[in-house]
């Protein structure tokens, strides 16, 4: 059964700042999502990676996909208040985009 | 396009009463899913379907049934709702053969 973990669940953390959210997962899988989550809202795709070693960024968001490892990152850099938001990482495993979801990183930044 | 839209988007019933969660997309998408979304948690998959007359079960789709009879819609019918079926549903279509999915606005849903 594939298992997706995020951590930390909760960060807090001052504008300017960098950080960094991890994603491990179970098996393997070939696709990686990250989703945004405003408060009460739907989520918003930020990145997909499909293979070893990728690398996505925007903006202040980088994220990465080691395979071997069944890690990803969702790199922030310079935080803003804006960047306030839940993060999600999933992965698809049966390329069925069943995906399986971590449970969410709340990242609050402060001025 | 008005992409993935659902109805209602809040609900209250009470324990036993039915209901059905209306999805639909204008985009042609085949592959069409519903998650629940829990306090604390991420999204779960309830079921899934990757063509109209095709459905399967996800990971939590007990009390919950589907049926996909156009490419457009894809229904979630709650058969005699309980408390634990509190949540926030999101309904996601997707394209074949492609790596993104699109989410729906949500329904929270409250059973007293």
């Known amino acids: 059964e594939l298992k997706v973990e995020q951590n930390p669940l909760f960060l807090s953390m001052q504008e300017g700042k960098n950080y960094t959210i991890y994603c491990n997962y179970s098996?393997?899988?070939?696709?990686l999502y990250w989703y945004r989550q405003d408060p009460g809202k739907s989520l918003e795709s930020l990145f997909v990676l499909l293979s070893n070693g990728a690398v996505k960024q925007e903006g202040r968001l980088m994220a990465s996909l080691d395979t071997k490892a069944r890690l990803s990152t969702l790199h922030i850099t310079a935080a803003v208040h804006d960047l306030s938001a839940t993060y999600f990482c999933a992965v698809d495993a049966q390329g069925a985009q069943k995906l399986v979801f971590g449970q969410g990183t709340r990242l609050t930044i402060n001025p | 396009n008005a992409g993935v839209t659902q109805t209602p988007k809040f609900q209250v019933l009470k324990t036993g009463q039915s209901m059905t969660l209306q999805c639909a997309q204008d985009?042609?998408?085949?592959?069409m899913s519903w998650y629940r979304q829990d306090p604390g948690m991420g999204l779960r998959l309830i079921h899934y379907?990757?063509?109209?007359?095709?459905?399967d079960q996800g990971e939590v789709p007990n009390g919950y049934n589907v049926s996909r009879s156009t490419t457009e819609d894809f229904p979630l019918r709650l058969l005699s709702a309980a408390p634990s079926q509190t949540s926030v549903y999101f309904c996601?279509?997707?394209?074949?053969?492609?790596?993104?999915?699109?989410f729906g606005p949500g329904t929270r849903l409250t059973v007293l």
């Open positions: 996601a279509s997707s394209p074949p053969h492609t790596i993104e999915q699109f």
């Open positions: 379907s990757v063509g109209a007359g095709i459905t």
């Open positions: 098996t393997t899988s070939d696709r």
């Open positions: 985009m042609n998408h085949e592959y």
